[in-house]
């Protein structure tokens, strides 16, 4: 059994410990992004109190989860190296995406990101932006997979030691 919902207060521990296992992850393949205290639970608990996070459901337990904005990104409203395709300015974003990692193998990216995508739609919004670090070759393949089109590079907060590939995708025009 797979399915995504929306999170609630309750899972916080739970969203925590699957971001935890990614940071690890990360480190492992000596990434930096999210090698300091980002995301800290209480990021992860305001998302949940805004009812921004998602979470994704395989055989009854939490495996996943994403935050999607639907107000735009002050990080997007620069970008080097590239730019924005048109739009109308009205997108969703999706950061804090993760999955736990000893379940690699089983597609839950792409079921993570289908399901994200599907209710993107549903809630009227045809855009969606996303980023990544460039070493983050496990979220730049299912980017590709779902196709998400390079545009260009943000930086978070701009801070010039946190650059990120940044990606978008049209649903229809």
Avoid at 62 to 90: F, H
Avoid at 102 to 109: A, K, M, P, V
């Amino acid at each position: 059994m797979i399915y995504l919902r929306k999170a609630n207060l309750d899972d916080v521990d739970q969203i925590n410990r699957v971001i935890q296992d990614a940071k690890g992850l990360l480190a492992m393949d000596q990434i930096p992004q999210w090698q300091g205290s980002y995301p800290q639970k209480r990021d992860l608990l305001l998302d949940a109190r805004c009812g921004m996070t998602y979470v994704l459901i395989y055989n009854w337990k939490i495996v996943g989860t994403a935050t999607m904005l639907t107000k735009a990104d002050p990080n997007y409203q620069k970008i080097y190296q590239g730019e924005w395709q048109p739009s109308d300015g009205e997108y969703v974003t999706l950061h804090r995406i993760a999955i736990q990692s000893d379940l690699s193998g089983n597609h839950l990216g792409e079921f993570l990101f289908s399901n994200l995508i599907s209710e993107s739609y549903r809630l009227g919004y045809k855009e969606i932006r996303v980023d990544t670090h460039r070493q983050n070759l496990r979220m730049r393949h299912i980017l590709g997979q779902n196709n998400f089109e390079y545009t260009g590079v943000v930086y978070m907060d701009d801070n010039p030691n946190e650059p990120r590939n940044a990606y978008q995708l049209f649903l229809e025009k």
